[in-house]
């Protein structure tokens, strides 16, 4: 069992920053053998992938709308993973969602931010990027 709880969203003015966090939870689990996701869904769209990591930590990949401005990170000793947004736009506006998949055979593998690939997720954080 893993639970995943988001929180640091709110509202941020255009070229402003933004740090959102990932804490997980449970029992019966080691967060360094699963890989996390970063989501989002604006009112009106389909829910899109922003970045992952792999299990190990030596690999992430994102989408291209957020190269450059976003990074993502974990800290397995504390259970928690991050999404660093620098420079936002008013097209980042929407709820944010961490998600983890078990990945202890070939930790090194690259990681995919396909939503069907997850299957844990928090309940999302709002990020409004607005003047």
């Known amino acids: 069992q893993l639970l995943l709880v988001e929180s640091g969203g709110g509202l941020v003015q255009p070229g402003g920053s933004l740090r959102l966090s990932c804490l997980a939870s449970g029992s019966g689990f080691t967060l360094d053998y699963f890989a996390i996701g970063w989501f989002r869904q604006a009112p009106g769209k389909e829910r899109e992938g922003v970045s992952c990591?792999?299990?190990?930590?030596?690999?992430?990949n994102y989408a291209d709308s957020v190269k450059g401005r976003f990074t993502i990170s974990r800290d397995n000793a504390k259970n928690t993973i991050y999404l660093q947004m620098n420079s936002l736009k008013p097209e980042d506006t929407a709820v944010y969602y961490c998600a983890a998949v078990g990945q202890r055979i070939n930790r090194r593998a690259m990681c995919v931010i396909n939503d069907h690939w997850y299957d844990y997720w928090g309940q999302g954080t709002q990020v409004t990027v607005s003047s």
């Open positions: 990591i792999n299990s190990s930590g030596g690999s992430t």
